[in-house]
């Protein structure tokens, strides 16, 4: 718990303070955001507001839980580095993407799949990770090769096909998620402030899902040598670890978004939102929440869905459309609302869709019956 508090306000108070020096540093070395001539005519004014804000709260949020564990005395865990990992690893792949964009004044940096490229070599080797390094007291992984709901699905596990084949299924498995997760992200950062508090509500939730894992889990006396609760108990690995790089996360965004809100002073850029994407995929796979980040990461869900169905319906009718322009936010942008109504309402959305994920996690534990003997 003091690791927690102590980590998560040190990354709020890092970011909040230290915000506009970055500001200042961007904009003396010229990393401005340079605005699509096709999208709405509003933005054109953020031309030139600083871009790649997404290293300060991914330092925030680094520097945040070494100190927390320092002041609270207690060790590092490797289910945390790789969460960082994977949150850095897709941050540098953004923050490729951002620089080519600053240096060529244009709105595209990385080719699409040279972007995809990045996304999928960070994430095989967070899979192969993941899939070793067994904690010599309770001999789990750090994540599972079982494909999880809201715990693993006994029936669903990969090593079924055999330990190659497996293995070569769950990498597939954790590519899908990451770049998934870190392209929703993406997608969804194109208002003031309105990816940071999606990605503030849906990062918050794994705060409570590592907290309720760790009290519940398989290895705490008080839960296997009870018979009401030994068979629901989690097989998480240092799942209250996973809590507190959550809450640094959230911390360092909270301090971001002081700075990031309408009208933003910065943006997160795609160092931001790619290296999001990749700790909610990350927290999600660790806590062996697979299919749950569906409605964890809901509005990311539709805001992509949006562009597909677009693009979609665009080449099958020939030029028509359904949205006067994707992804969604804009279409609301193009109807008259105004940009903070639309990321307000959004952050709703997304609320909403947290609410519905964290009840059916708890509802599953809260409902479970005992196995007939």
Known sequence: MIALMAGAAFSLIFTLLTTPLFIKLFNRIGWGQFIRDDGPQSHHAKRGTPTMGGIVFIIGAVLGYLFGHLVAGEPFTLV?????????GLGLVGFLDDFLKTRNQRSLGLGGWSKIAGQVIVATIFAVLAMNFPDPDTGLTPASTVISGVRDIPWLDLMFFGSIAGAILFALWVNVIVVSASNGVNVADGLDGLATGASIL??????????????????????????????????????????????????SLIGFLWWNTSPAQIFMGDTGSLGLGGALAALALLSRTDLLLVLIGG???IVTGSVILQRAYFKITKGKRIFLMSPLHHHFELKGWAEITV????????GLFIAVGVGIFYLEWATAKAPAL
């Open 343 to 350: 990321v307000v309402r959004f952050w709703l959305i997304a």
């Open 202 to 251: 849906a990062i918050s939730s794994y705060i409570f899902i590592g907290f309720w894992q760790n009290n519940q889990s398989c290895f705490n006396p008080n839960v296997f040598q009870d018979p009401d609760l030994a068979f629901k108990c989690y097989q998480v690995r240092d799942p209250l670890d996973l809590a507190v790089i959550a809450a640094c996360i959230v911390g």
């Open 80 to 88: 945390a580095f790789l969460v960082i990992f994977l949150m850095v």
């Open 299 to 301: 509005l990311f869900l």
